[in-house]
């Protein structure tokens, strides 16, 4: 922005100077001078009083006096001397930069939308102008709107590398993470040595859960500046996926210690010492984020994860409750906290909060089941099957809703209905169609066959060396076979397709194990010329 000023107002001083008094000649010198914003202010304020100065010429002092204050941190006052300017020459765009650009620094986003768009409409080709308001439709989560502007600017000047990482970032917000890629690889070529528009790859992959791509751009970061903490933090979490928990460890504690006020770092740091089975280190990254970031809801909400998934229902109680009072809208949490009641047998306070998780978004048909449980474990039978009706009207294909309901009716004396109910959920867990079951189970045998492909072929291409492919297919086996258990706990119609995909994905093993076997026992090849 202040290149762009004095870029304009350079021509102006001149002129400004030529038409001026003599008397004056001191304060014209002072009032621009950008490296002495205290001299600057007060020169500027004494051309602005001058009685004979021409409003014209009162404008620029605003201008530049404007410009002085915000060197000087006085963004307010600033701002009004941009006014002014306005005021006095309603056609000035440096000073309706100015002013956008000020308005956006004091987190005044809409208003900074209007004042960009008003500059727009005095300059509409100004490149700067456009990837500025594209910044603000950013902060304003307009991103589609960003991706407009910053394409604009752009197509102006087409080797501005921060308009291409600025473009990426809008295009990660709306899901367009391919584009991003895209945007970042145009930036490694106009310029090779840019590390930010590397670590947003690498953050890109983590989020794509691409974790060996992931784990090599941040280490390409790392490369050329040691002191990056985000990279640390992408590459340590990446790490923890791919299972090696003691290098991710590392790789988190350096990302705490550069910087300790990154207070993911601590959460990723435990989430590694949980699958390392550590948990009383686990527990104290926990406690420490909680401590240092007291007003972070995501880590009041992981501090109750982990004692939730350990049965400890009390403590996990009151990390929900700071984690509901920091994000009264987050239902997820009310029913968590629900659930803990209920195994603590407190069934009022569990409905209780049951009832609120149902008021925000979330899963609705859910909650709705478990409120109608505790309805009706207290007799309240009209209740629950007020519950079920709705969670029922939602997911019409849940066996389980149906049970539920059916023995609800039951205990209301409706045996027809609850034959009904019984009826329709057996109907839903009917097995499929013989082309449906050949099509599961097809589609499981075919998705455990690329993705072992795929792991081997990013594992040698990324670490070139067949460690890292074994462990790429171990992870998809896990992946591909660990829906078994989730067997076990659904009771949902779509339960038979896991369970075929499941088994699509054991054939696909079985006869990678067959294939190996065949291999090891294939007898060698005698010797050429060779014989008995």
């Avoid at 985000?230 to 290098?247: F, S």
């Avoid at 009072?325 to 195994?343: C, H, Q, V, Y």
């Avoid at 078994?484 to 369970?499: C, F, H, K, P, T």
Wanted: charged letters at 25%; aromatic letters at 6%; a neutral charge.
């Amino acid at each position: 922005m202040r290149l762009i000023m004095n870029a304009v107002l350079g021509a102006v001083v001149t002129l400004w100077a030529a038409n001026a008094r003599a008397d004056m000649a001191d304060d014209l010198r002072a009032c621009p001078d950008e490296h002495k914003a205290q001299v600057a202010q007060e020169a500027c304020t004494r051309l602005i009083t001058a009685e004979q100065l021409p409003s014209s010429q009162r404008a620029i002092a605003y201008l530049y006096r404007g410009h002085a204050l915000r060197s000087l941190g006085d963004r307010s006052g600033a701002l009004a001397d941009f006014e002014s300017t306005i005021g006095l020459d309603t056609k000035n765009v440096v000073a309706h930069q100015n002013r956008a650009y000020q308005l956006a620094e004091l987190g005044r986003n809409e208003e900074a939308l209007d004042a960009y768009t008003r500059t727009l409409a005095l300059e509409p080709r100004n490149a700067g102008t456009l990837a500025s308001r594209g910044a603000v439709h950013i902060n304003l989560n307009q991103f589609e709107k960003a991706v407009a502007d910053y394409t604009a600017a752009i197509a102006l000047e087409p080797d501005e590398v921060s308009n291409y990482i600025n473009r990426a970032r809008a295009y990660r917000g709306i899901g367009e993470q391919e584009k991003a890629l895209a945007d970042l690889r145009t930036v490694a070529r106009l310029d090779p040595q840019n590390t930010a528009a590397l670590l947003d790859s690498a953050s890109i992959h983590h989020s794509r859960s691409e974790w060996q791509e992931a784990v090599a751009a941040a280490t390409e970061v790392l490369k050329r500046d040691p002191s990056a903490a985000r990279a640390y933090n992408v590459r340590g979490d990446a790490l923890t996926q791919l299972g090696e928990y003691d290098r991710a460890i590392a790789d988190l504690t350096e990302a705490a210690r550069i910087d300790p006020q990154m207070r993911v770092a601590y959460i990723n740091r435990a989430g590694a010492y949980e699958k390392k089975k550590q948990d009383e280190l686990a527990l104290r990254d926990y406690e420490t984020a909680v401590a240092l970031f007291p007003e972070w809801n995501v880590a009041h909400r992981k501090h109750a994860e982990f004692f939730l998934e350990r049965g400890r229902r009390a403590e996990a109680i009151s990390s929900l409750t700071r984690a509901i009072d920091l994000n009264p809208n987050d239902g997820t949490r009310w029913a968590e906290r629900a659930e803990a009641f209920e195994s603590l047998g407190e069934p009022e306070r569990a409905i209780a909060d049951y009832t609120e998780a149902l008021k925000r978004p979330g899963n609705r048909p859910t909650w709705l089941a478990a409120r109608a449980k505790l309805q009706r474990a207290r007799g309240d039978n009209l209740a629950a099957l007020a519950d079920l009706n709705e969670a029922i009207a939602e997911v019409p294909r849940s066996s389980s809703f149906h049970r539920q309901r059916a023995e609800v009716h039951r205990a209301m004396g409706n045996p027809e209905a609850a034959s009904a109910d019984e009826e329709q959920a057996r109907k839903i867990s009917d097995w499929p169609t013989g082309g449906q079951f050949v099509l599961f189970l097809a589609l499981g045998l075919l998705m455990s066959w690329v993705k072992m492909l795929a792991g081997i072929v990013a594992a040698l291409a990324i670490r070139n060396d067949w460690a890292s492919a074994g462990l790429a297919v171990a992870i998809a086996l896990l992946e591909d076979l660990w829906p078994v258990l989730d067997i076990i706990l659904m009771a949902e119609g779509y339960v038979l397709i896991r369970i075929l995909m499941s088994a699509g994905a054991v054939l696909a093993w079985w006869a990678l194990g067959r294939g190996i076997r065949r291999i090891l026992r294939r007898p060698a090849l005698a010797p050429a010329g060779g014989g008995t």
